[in-house]
């Protein structure tokens, strides 16, 4: 068995001193290296950060200084940022480019008839009145400051064949005994518009009101006719003056005009039956 040299044992130890040195040499500078990257790279992000807070107007989305950006901690990742919801607020939404072939094509818009107020109230009153039975009104009034005798209208009123009876008025039936449907009615001037049959002789009365409901009628131009009689025969005879609905005298037109009504309510309700 053949035993080295002392000389080459020294060596050999010396060589794998100096490899060992030069290795752990090289080791320190690379991790040297690795320490100095994350410092450098830690040191990047803390001083971007800090010049956002030492400006904060320098991001700024108004010329009044709004929108600031925040950064976001290194300690706490887990923690939402409040200012998030109103950073989105202030975000502007990017305009894109307009293209012609992607707009609407415009369509023949139906002209809508706007009804003002004032026309809207006049167009209401005659769907009501269209809806609502057709009532003709003759007024039979005194002179101003005069007055008519309770009793004396009571004689001139059965001497023309009205009877008192329901809602405590007058009302000219069919036949002169007061049988049969009821052709008109009438009423007191003032409201209620009811008479006191037992008082009656005692009471001063300023007028009365005929009137009459064509449309329940079989023949409402001839039963008008025969009211507008009555009404001129008490005017006579009591000294009263004939007034329309309005309250105006009663020409030739208007009764005219009334006759005419009479006939329209027949033929609105037979075309609504």
């Not at 994350?38 to 320098?58: A, H, L």
């Not at 139906?110 to 269209?130: D, G, M, S």
């Not at 004396?152 to 009877?163: F, N, P």
């Not at 002169?176 to 001063?204: C, H, K, R, W, Y």
């Amino acid at each position: 068995m053949d035993y080295f040299e002392p000389k080459t044992i020294v060596i050999a130890v010396t060589t794998m001193v100096f490899l060992a040195i030069v290795l752990d040499i090289l080791r320190r500078k690379k991790r040297s290296r690795y320490e100095n990257l994350q410092m450098s790279s830690r040191d990047i992000n803390r001083s971007s950060r800090f010049e956002y807070e030492e400006d904060p107007f320098s991001d700024s989305q108004f010329p009044s200084g709004g929108a600031r950006v925040v950064g976001t901690r290194d300690d706490d990742y887990s923690a939402p940022i409040e200012n998030e919801k109103q950073k989105s607020l202030f975000e502007q939404p990017k305009q894109g480019k307009f293209n012609w072939d992607d707009a609407p094509i415009e369509q023949e818009v139906t002209p809508i008839n706007i009804i003002t107020a004032p026309e809207k109230q006049a167009v209401e009153i005659e769907e009501e009145q269209a809806e609502s039975p057709e009532v003709l009104i003759i007024h039979l009034m005194t002179a101003k400051d005069q007055v008519c005798n309770g009793q004396l209208l009571l004689d001139t009123s059965v001497s023309l064949g009205l009877r008192y009876g329901n809602m405590k008025i007058f009302h000219r039936h069919t036949n002169q005994d007061g049988s049969g449907p009821v052709l008109f009615s009438m009423a007191n001037l003032l409201n209620p518009g009811t008479f006191d049959l037992n008082n009656i002789s005692q009471q001063e009365l300023v007028g009365v009101t005929l009137f009459m409901a064509p449309s329940d009628l079989d023949k409402p131009s001839e039963i008008f006719d025969l009211m507008m009689d009555v009404a001129q025969q008490m005017a006579e005879k009591l000294q009263l003056n004939i007034m329309d609905e309005t309250r105006s005298s009663m020409t030739k037109q208007t009764i005219d005009h009334y006759r005419h009504r009479a006939q329209q309510a027949v033929l609105f309700q037979e075309r609504s039956g």
